[in-house]
């Protein structure tokens, strides 16, 4: 067979003409397809300033609320009921975050032994994830107190005739006890100690910031506020052991209940104030 130059020349441009054409087709393609891509995946303009107007927005968003009280105006006074729906109901009447139902005694009786003014300081510096007022600084004393009587109305706990009887006893015998001998003044002295140490304001305060972290539910073998049993021993002691031991430190509880702030007369004061509720 002869071989024929001219004839492999003509096939050679054939084939680079067939393949030019096929990479022309296969480039025009994928640029067809990136166009479409683009096209589907972008937003027109009025669609990318909303969007930016969104996200401003967002970014804008406050992160939380500051209720400000106007103490210009007289407060108009609200009832138990009123500041428990408004206030405390959103944690209250499904036990959230531990806090004590509405009625329902068991959940209320430990704390009970604090007594209605006890409740009431707790209430006002905030406990636990409870906070100070329920949340709310517009919230008086006296609506505290009122709701606080309104949400254990129901529970057989009358926190507030049981604090007048103290008061009212309290008051009877400093006027009975006769002020010529000692044995009558020492007798005098020690019937009116516990109403004393249930109006510790005080003492009341500091538990409430600082103690109830671990004498609520004897965390790491603290003894349990109210639980009589917990304290007998320590009782024993005395007075000034407990107190050195309050402000020194003794076993898992740190010196100053971890709070080197506090001053001997504040821990001396939210000792005796828990000593008080298991006499």
């Not at 007289?74 to 004590?100: D, F, I, M």
Request: glycine share 8%; charged share 20%; net charge negative.
């Amino acid at each position: 067979m002869e071989y024929n130059p001219q004839e492999n020349k003509s096939l050679s441009l054939i084939l680079f003409i067939a393949g030019a054409a096929v990479l022309a087709i296969t480039v025009i393609a994928l640029v067809t397809n990136l166009g479409s891509t683009i096209s589907k995946n972008s937003v027109d303009g009025d669609a990318k300033a909303e969007y930016r107007q969104l996200a401003m927005n967002k970014i804008l968003e406050p992160i939380g609320s500051v209720v400000s009280v106007d103490k210009s105006l007289a407060p108009v006074k609200r009832t138990g009921e009123q500041v428990y729906t408004a206030v405390c109901a959103a944690c209250h009447s499904t036990g959230l975050l531990n806090s004590p139902m509405f009625g329902d005694k068991a959940s209320w009786a430990p704390r009970a032994a604090l007594g209605l003014q006890g409740l009431v300081a707790s209430a006002i510096a905030g406990k636990g994830s409870m906070p100070a007022r329920g949340g709310n600084p517009a919230t008086t004393d006296e609506e505290i107190r009122d709701a606080i009587l309104h949400m254990t109305k129901d529970t057989g706990l009358d926190l507030e005739k049981a604090g007048g009887e103290s008061t009212e006893a309290a008051a009877t015998a400093t006027e009975e006890a006769p002020t010529e001998t000692t044995v009558a003044e020492k007798v005098a002295t020690e019937a009116a100690a516990p109403v004393v140490m249930v109006n510790n304001v005080k003492g009341i305060d500091v538990y409430a910031k600082n103690c109830f972290v671990c004498h609520d539910n004897g965390v790491l073998g603290s003894p349990k506020i109210a639980v009589k049993a917990d304290w007998s021993a320590r009782i024993a002691k005395g007075t000034d052991a407990l107190h050195a031991s309050a402000i020194n430190g003794l076993a898992s509880m740190p010196a100053r209940g971890g709070n080197p702030s506090l001053e001997d007369d504040a821990i001396k004061a939210a000792v005796d104030y828990m000593v008080s509720t298991v006499k």
